[in-house]
């Protein structure tokens, strides 16, 4: 089978085998004309042979006189024969203005007329017909998905992806500016709070304080014995006062958690709940988050860190365009 290949096209937009084609017509029934000369002039020469020559004269002459006619009359349409100018003749090049407005004005006053229109679009079920598409779209569709899902490949693709990186990432530092961090914090501490949901948390803070304490009993124990006398160290009592230390914190830390009513949980929710207020309504302590804030935006792992989010979205977006079965598409 042969590959398709694009069709020639000269600089006035026919392709060269619409031209060929229309000249091998022409030809043809140039020749054909000239067939129906010479069988008329020689029919003429030998109509006394017989009757039946006649019949051939007239039938040749008819053709001749209507081939004459239809070339003269397709002709006159379009150009001058032969370029001469005979009147009657160019009528459309002539007249071009004149039969566009006429046209113009007939489509107007028969098809573009309110009333009409509108009797047609409210019989038209644009609904339905996206509805079939969708449920079951035909071979045009999947070819004008595949394309518009192409074009915007293509067009992602093409965009600056430094300066959109940049335009996007200057728009999530300004969005980031404006957010009030703190009255978002304190609400929902505030919610956490009302709702009774601080009990896993802080059953996790310590859970996270006895694990830390196992860890650094040896520092413990070493601060206690720097800070000791000699007396203390001589006697060996530093050790036993960082024992003391030490099994009292996992005392104090065993209690919590089996006590949701140990004071010092309860004062921790108080604490908690102080903070809130403050976050809400404390101008210093809504200064200071918010300085942490504008220090957290501009640390440069968090521009970079945004500046993957956008690569990554730039890379899914294009992978979905250039998919086919993508949604996207």
């Known amino acids: 089978m042969k590959p398709l290949t694009s069709r020639p096209v000269s600089a006035d937009g026919v392709s060269d085998i619409h031209k060929n084609a229309g000249r091998d017509i022409r030809m043809f029934a140039t020749g054909m004309l000239i067939v129906m000369a010479i069988v008329y002039f020689g029919s003429r020469s030998f109509e006394d042979v017989h009757p039946a020559v006649g019949f051939v004269r007239a039938f040749a002459e008819a053709a001749m006189v209507g081939g004459l006619a239809d ?120 919610a956490m709070m009302a709702e009774g949901r601080q009990g896993p948390i802080i059953d996790g803070l310590i859970k996270w304080a006895f694990h830390t304490l196992d860890a650094n009993e ?35 830390l065993a209690e919590m958690a089996a006590d949701p009513a140990h004071p010092l949980r309860t004062r921790t929710e108080q604490t908690v709940l102080q903070y809130a207020h403050e976050l809400r309504h404390d101008p210093e302590t809504r200064e200071k988050l918010d300085h942490w804030k504008r220090e957290l935006i501009d640390n440069p792992a968090v521009g970079q860190w945004i500046e993957g989010i956008w690569d990554q979205a730039r890379q899914s977006l294009l992978r979905a365009a250039r998919d086919p079965k993508a949604a996207l598409a």
């Not at 203005?97 to 009409?116: C, T, Y």
């Not at 509108?118 to 998905?145: E, N």
């Not at 800070?227 to 160290?233: G, K, Q, S, T, V």
């Open 218 to 252: 040896e520092i413990i124990r070493n601060m206690v014995s720097q800070r000791a006398n000699a007396i203390l160290r001589w006697t060996g009592l530093d050790e036993r006062l960082a024992n003391e230390v030490i099994d009292g914190m996992y005392k104090l």
């Open 71 to 190: 070339w003269f009359a397709v002709t006159a349409l379009f150009r001058h024969p032969m370029g001469l100018p005979i009147p009657h003749t160019a009528i459309i090049p002539r007249n071009k203005d004149r039969i566009g407005a006429a046209l113009a004005n007939f489509l107007r006053h028969n098809f573009l007329v309110p009333s009409i229109v509108a009797r047609r679009m409210y019989r038209m079920d644009v609904a339905s017909a996206v509805g079939r598409f969708l449920k079951a779209p035909s071979g045009g569709g999947s070819r004008l998905r595949l394309g518009a899902s192409r074009v915007v490949g293509d067009f992602i693709g093409s965009l600056d992806q430094e300066r959109l990186g940049g335009m996007f990432q200057g728009a999530v530092r300004k969005q980031a500016q404006k957010l009030d961090i703190a009255t978002s914090m304190g609400q929902v501490i505030e």
